[in-house]
């Protein structure tokens, strides 16, 4: 049975990122989601529980112009069931946008319990911690996606 060491290792290391670098590949989809971005990430601290990543920077598609981004996760700590749930505040704080629940399956590695459902796409993520890093491993399949999105935060 683990303990909620693990858990809070994960939560102390995600309190204390700096950067983010991630790069997005399209295979066979045509969303054109291709590129690298890289940027800041200012931790907020809503309460022992919550933690939210603005993220800001620029995306670079292999050809053309590179773009500003910015992104705001909501990260939350469910220490009873063992589980970190990561939301994208794309529509303010009071309109999260659920997108899953990771737990623990080995000592360094957490993966989604069920896909996030979005029409007709499925997204399922994998998070690893290598070292001084973060490793968010995002797949999105369906029947016109196929994608993998791969961040690393330092």
């Known amino acids: 049975m683990r303990t909620n060491f693990e858990l809070s290792a994960l939560w102390e290391r995600l309190a204390i990122v700096k950067t983010l670098e991630f790069t997005a590949e399209s295979f066979d989809s045509g969303s ?5 971005g890289t940027g800041p990430v200012a931790i907020e601290v809503v309460d022992s529980a919550t933690l939210l990543f603005h993220e800001t920077g620029q995306w670079s598609p292999p050809e053309g112009t590179p773009l500003n981004f910015t992104n705001v996760f909501r990260w939350t700590a469910l220490p009873d069931q063992r589980l970190i749930r990561l939301e ?8 999260p946008v659920y997108l899953f629940d990771l ?29 001084d890093q973060l490793h968010l491993d995002w797949t999105v399949k369906g029947a ?7 961040y690393v935060y330092s």
């Open 32 to 36: 054109g989601w291709n590129g690298s």
């Open 88 to 95: 994208h505040l794309r529509f303010g704080k009071t309109h």
């Open 103 to 131: 737990q623990q399956t080995n000592t360094s590695r957490w993966d989604s319990v069920e896909p996030h459902v979005c029409s007709d796409d499925l997204y399922t993520a994998t998070l690893e911690c290598q070292q």
């Open 144 to 150: 016109t996606k196929n994608e993998r999105i791969r």
